[in-house]
């Protein structure tokens, strides 16, 4: 609330909750106008709803069992992008970075897809953010499968996702072979949004940062995953249902700092 100007403050508090997130809301996606528009080297091009600059973030890269992703993917009409014989790409990402001087992380679980083109996409089986009006405004406006969650994302040794004190996915990289600076990346391309209401949404994102690498150690590294049974959020159970059954292999550490994030409008699939 200290980020809002005075008088726009004290309107705010006189609202109930449910006014105030639809108030701040609209503030928030009013101020996502006349962003510069994306130009990316693969040609692709749009304007963004949201561009953030200065991300810090931790992914871990790996693959997993096609098997149990596959059926999972046809269901959205999407095929995986195989990197190795069986096994389909997965990332998990976590962010520390600030939009509109609200600071916020955020973690991201998204499968390698491979669009008609021929070129590489993602779908975003989960997503959590540590500030609960963004969630909702994901939610809601996006179509986006994102939950509230507690966040923890140290740059360079820890991904962590607590929602109800219970942790989902914490990662811990121990070893201390250091980290090689692999150049500048960048990635264009689109996400595909779960299925919601017998409807598909989808967006172009823009990623651009330094990227730096380190192998994932089994043996001194860790990586624990907990699918609550008695979770309510269905398409999170499945999603991390799914990451435990598929035998999720981690094998790099990656992190980007000063990174550029841009997402475009959501758009549903025909």
Not at 232 to 243: F, G, H, S
Request: net charge negative; proline share 6%; aromatic share 8%.
């Amino acid at each position: 609330m200290q980020q809002f100007h005075p008088a726009l403050r004290t309107r705010l508090q006189s609202y109930t909750k449910k006014q105030m997130k639809y108030s701040i809301a609209l503030i928030i996606l009013s101020a996502c106008s006349h962003l510069e528009r994306v130009q990316a080297k693969n040609g692709i091009e749009f304007e963004p709803d949201v561009h953030i600059k200065e991300v810090q973030e931790l992914c871990l890269e790996g693959d997993a069992d096609a098997s149990v992703w596959t059926p999972i993917l046809e269901q959205e009409n999407l095929h995986p992008w195989i990197v190795n014989p069986g096994r389909v790409k997965i990332l998990i990402c976590g962010t520390n970075a600030s939009f509109q001087g609200i600071s916020f992380s955020e973690m991201l679980l998204s499968i390698s897809v491979l669009e008609s083109d021929a070129k590489e996409g993602y779908f975003l089986a989960q997503a959590w953010n540590s500030r609960r009006l963004f969630a909702w405004i994901e939610q809601v406006h996006n179509h986006s499968p994102y939950l509230a969650g507690e966040i923890n994302v140290t740059l360079a040794s820890l991904l962590e996702i607590k929602r109800e004190d219970k942790s989902l996915i914490r990662a811990v990289k121990k070893s201390e072979l250091p980290y090689e600076y692999l150049g500048s990346t960048e990635f264009a391309g689109l996400l595909h949004l779960p299925e919601k209401d017998g409807i598909r949404h989808q967006c172009p994102i823009f990623l651009q940062g330094r990227l730096e690498r380190t192998p994932f150690i089994p043996e001194v590294d860790a990586l624990e995953i907990t699918a609550p049974s008695e979770d309510p959020e269905p398409q999170e159970r499945m999603t991390l249902e799914a990451l435990k059954n598929s035998h999720f292999t981690p094998h790099f550490w990656l992190v980007q700092t000063n990174a550029v994030h841009a997402k475009g409008p959501i758009i549903t699939k025909p």
